[in-house]
């Protein structure tokens, strides 16, 4: 059994020993081994050329590693809180992102990071900036919410030739532990897994709102009501056929995510099933997000914010009976 | 007036006084090979001119006249296997690293032919077999990238060495900073050209910067920082190959600043009107190819008819290029859904 951080640990430590190419940029990851240890040991096996301690420069790390890509090198950088990843926005935005459209050169670059609420971080190291990503062409985004799949999309992530964000989230870190399976474990980049199969509404999610998804539907059992849980693992591209084969099984559907409600992710997959299913559907596409607002600091302000398991039951017998 | 020149005033003597170019050994067939890519940049941009009159042009059009020394005697100073992200006013550095004119014809008139097929602009596009990358609108943004090009190339004991541009204006960003400061303390092979033109679109160096000289700021990275007169294309040659045979060594950064006028605007629909007409004159005095002509004569390495001939080689090229872009057509419209994502696997 390993924690979900184990698992991304691990994922850059076997694609470290396969692959030379692969190499790590970050702050504090070499001798300190990472904020929360996802590099630890990585120095001593592999050496500073291919542990990079970075200085504080978001942009210079992501621009260093594109550089690096372009050249046919792996890396991985780390943002030490994913809400740093404001500092590199051009980088991943303007550079790595149009690349390939634009001269048809590959960046197979990966960022990734801590996202996610629920530790008492505060708004700077708590935040699920994936919408403002999902906007860009040419990237590619992840948000895995099992340790199983933290380890497959990451190897995944690291053999993509294009640029890939990864998002993990740090509430899960050390919360959740899985049995590891022999072998590589490759989860594919694009497509969602059905973590609970249901009859009546199905809620889409990801991340660690995956984990509230299915303790609510346990919770609903009770009431006869049964959930599917579609985990979108991927957020850019998006498994549209999972998507819409999830709706026109249940006909009403929440989407659950952690951000902010406008201009989000959630937003986005209301619009394609509006768009795609609307005559499968037997009640509104209902978004289940944080308000926009920053992230607030108190234990009683960050639980009023974020989604949870009240919430999403209260959400679903709401929905059910429409 | 006196007051806008300031910055670079004193640093640039009158025309007599810098008309005499930096000794270099070169042998005679290369610095004529010089004066050739010198005129080819120029000569490229007047009939790019002239099709932007045509309207064949279909966005900006961007001028490097009175700056074609930087970029053909920092160029001229690598080795092959060197790598180099020129922006849009290096176009001399891309001829020498091989680029055709007609490339870059066609990647103004957005045609299907050109290196992008249609889906970039100007002189943004790259190809790493030629050891050419691709530069973004964002200024600065490129230093960072190739200062991990020459960390890759170190890495993969490539034995290269990453050169970029920035210009006066581009100074003033994060990632000039963030990008020179990790090159340094990486001890990367990297080599950094600041062309002080004197201007950024129309805001002058004394509106970007308290410092005179932007290689002062070598000093704060802890990497040698060298000055060199811009509109001597031997004086940048050879600091150049300083630049480049040190970070080859393993001798780290460079940052050389390059002191120039940009003779034009910031484009071709810009006319420059917020500069005072007597820099323009000052500064033609000083024009580069024209003094490389002069050093050419005077040092007996060249005879009139040896440049005419050149020139006119030239022209003749220049008609056979513009004529294979002219007939180049439009991209089909679906190419602009292609290619996104890149499909290939490891």
Request: with cysteine; charged share 25%.
């Amino acid at each position: 059994m390993i924690t979900y951080i184990e698992a991304i640990r691990q994922a850059m430590w076997e694609e470290m020993e396969q692959d030379e190419s692969v190499f790590l940029i970050g702050q504090d990851i070499g001798i300190y081994g990472g904020a929360f240890r996802a590099t630890a040991g990585m120095l001593e096996r592999f050496g500073p050329e291919r542990v990079i301690d970075s200085p504080i420069s978001e942009s210079a790390m992501v621009g260093m590693a594109i550089g690096a890509a372009m050249m046919g090198m792996r890396p991985v950088v780390e943002m030490q809180f994913i809400d740093f990843i404001a500092c590199a926005f051009n980088q991943i935005y303007n550079f790595a992102g149009p690349n390939h459209y634009r001269w048809g050169q590959n960046v197979p670059l990966v960022v990734r990071g801590p996202s996610g609420g629920g530790v008492r971080g505060s708004n700077f190291h708590s935040q699920n900036p994936e919408s403002i990503f999902q906007h860009g062409p040419g990237l590619k985004i992840v948000a895995p919410g099992t340790a199983v799949d933290a380890r497959g999309l990451l190897k995944a992530a690291i053999r993509d030739p294009n640029p890939v964000l990864f998002f993990e989230h740090k509430f899960l870190y050390r919360r959740i532990k899985e049995e590891i399976a022999e072998g590589d474990g490759l989860v594919p980049i694009g497509k969602a897994n059905l973590a609970r199969t249901g009859r009546d509404l199905s809620v889409i999610t990801y991340g660690a709102m995956l984990h509230v998804a299915l303790e609510a539907a346990g919770r609903l059992e009770a009431d006869g009501i049964d959930l599917e849980v579609l985990d979108l693992r991927t957020i850019k591209p998006l498994d549209d056929e999972a998507i819409l084969a999830t709706v026109r099984k249940t006909s009403r559907v929440i989407v659950l995510t952690e951000e902010q409600r406008s201009g989000s992710v959630a937003g986005e997959v209301a619009a394609r099933i509006s768009e795609h299913a609307f005559e499968w559907l037997d009640s509104p596409v209902v978004r289940l997000c944080c308000p926009d607002t920053p992230i607030p600091y108190s234990p009683t302000l960050e639980d009023a914010y974020l989604p949870n398991v009240d919430k999403l039951v209260a959400k679903v017998r709401e929905l059910a009976s429409y | 007036m006196a007051k806008l020149s300031r910055n670079w005033g004193p640093l640039h003597p009158v025309a007599d006084e810098t008309e005499r170019l930096a000794k270099s050994e070169l042998p005679r067939e290369r610095q004529l090979e010089i004066y050739r890519y010198l005129k080819l940049n120029r000569m490229t941009e007047d009939r790019l001119s002239n099709l932007y009159r045509q309207g064949k042009v279909v966005g900006g059009l961007y001028s490097s006249r009175g700056q074609e020394a930087i970029s053909v005697g920092s160029a001229y100073a690598l080795e092959p296997q060197d790598i180099v992200g020129p922006l849009i006013r290096n176009l001399g550095t891309m001829f020498v690293r091989g680029v055709q004119p007609r490339e870059v014809m066609m990647q103004y008139m957005a045609r299907a032919d050109g290196p992008t097929g249609g889906k970039d602009v100007n002189t943004h596009f790259g190809d790493l077999q030629r050891c050419l990358v691709a530069p973004i609108s964002m200024l600065g943004a490129l230093i960072p990238v190739m200062a991990g090009i020459a960390l890759a190339g170190r890495m993969q004991k490539k034995n290269l060495v990453a050169l970029t541009y920035i210009g006066d204006g581009g100074t003033s960003t994060g990632d000039f900073h963030e990008g020179l400061n990790f090159a340094a303390v990486l001890n990367v092979p990297f080599v950094l050209i600041a062309e002080h033109n004197g201007y950024a679109y129309s805001t002058p160096t004394s509106k970007q910067m308290r410092v005179k000289n932007i290689v002062t700021r070598a000093a704060a990275y802890g990497i040698p920082g060298e000055m060199v007169d811009g509109n001597d294309v031997l004086a940048v040659y050879e600091a150049t190959k300083r630049a480049v045979e040190r970070a080859r060594s393993g001798g780290g950064p460079t940052l050389i600043e390059a002191k120039t006028f940009r003779m034009r605007g910031h484009a071709e629909h810009d006319d420059a009107g917020y500069v005072p007409k007597e820099m323009f004159e000052e500064w033609k005095k000083k024009d580069p190819i024209e003094r490389f002509e002069r050093h050419l004569l005077s040092s007996g390495l060249a005879v009139e008819e040896d440049l005419k001939k050149i020139v006119a080689e030239i022209d003749e090229e220049l008609n056979r290029e513009v004529d294979a872009a002219l007939a180049s057509p439009m991209p089909p419209a679906e190419r602009a859904f292609e290619g996104v994502y890149s499909e290939v696997t490891k």
